[in-house]
């Protein structure tokens, strides 16, 4: 089946450095990848919408400046949390769909928790 | 109003028990859905996709009603490993899913 990994699955940083997660999809190429966010007992958000080859749309409310993606390849996006603080402390899960199955399916990365102190 | 709503939750119901949940969609142009589980701390995991006729998989049932806008998902016969969030999805084709709030559910002894 399709899997979908992340890296970290844990970070712990100090307020104002950046982290910088990664989503591969190991088994497929995937040219839609897709970053949420979750607070605890809250559902996913979605953040942002990352199309290779070209710039990510970010959802209302989303500072783009703030969380870099990027999509360099088929089956690697990148998110990076600018100068992290405290508020950023959260639950980020990527998902990818297969070529050519945007709207079909998704299949989710782990996760990454990131702790800000 | 968001795009999918579903029971606030969460249920707590025993052992064995055959338990319903509901979802509405207000895109009337969505045209996939899904249900998904997510145990705590961990990712969203596909249960099952929801096709208009309905489909059934073991103890889970899945409907879809399109006029009304409105799917469900039944368990029957829960056990504990069932206690999770189950989340409604909806997408159109060629655009990103849309998650509905989720519904807890803890299955006790």
């Known amino acids: 089946g399709a899997v979908v990994s992340q890296h970290p699955s844990w970070v712990i940083c100090k307020s104002g450095t950046s982290v910088k997660i990664e989503c591969r999809s190991l088994?497929?190429?995937?040219?839609?990848m897709f970053w949420y966010r979750q607070f605890p007992k809250q559902s996913l958000m979605l953040m942002a919408t990352?199309?290779?080859?070209?710039?990510?749309?970010?959802e209302q409310g989303v500072e783009k400046d703030k969380f870099l993606i990027n999509h360099a390849s088929l089956t690697l996006s990148t998110l990076t949390v600018t100068s992290a603080h405290p508020e950023d402390s959260s639950f980020y899960i990527c998902?990818?769909?297969?070529?050519?199955?945007?709207?079909?399916?998704?299949?989710f990365g782990p996760g990454t928790r990131l702790l800000v102190l | 109003r968001k795009e999918v709503e579903q029971d606030p939750g969460p249920f707590n119901v025993p052992e064995g028990a055959t338990v319903a949940f509901n979802c509405t969609y207000s895109?009337?142009?969505?045209?996939?859905f899904f249900w998904y589980r997510q145990d705590c701390r961990k990712e969203p995991k596909l249960l099952m996709s929801?096709?208009?006729s309905g489909n059934e998989d073991g103890r889970f049932t899945a409907q879809l009603n399109r006029a009304s806008q409105y799917i469900s998902l039944l368990i029957r016969d829960s056990k504990l490993s069932d206690s999770a969030t189950y989340l409604c999805?909806?997408?159109?084709?060629?655009?990103?899913?849309?998650f509905g709030p989720g519904t807890r559910l803890s299955v006790l002894p």
């Open positions: 998902s990818a769909s297969p070529r050519g199955r945007l709207g079909e399916t998704q299949y």
């Open positions: 999805v909806a997408s159109k084709s060629g655009q990103n899913f849309v």
């Open positions: 895109n009337s142009a969505s045209q996939s």
């Open positions: 990352s199309n290779e080859g070209s710039k990510a749309t970010y």
């Open positions: 929801v096709y208009s």
């Open positions: 088994d497929f190429q995937a040219t839609t």
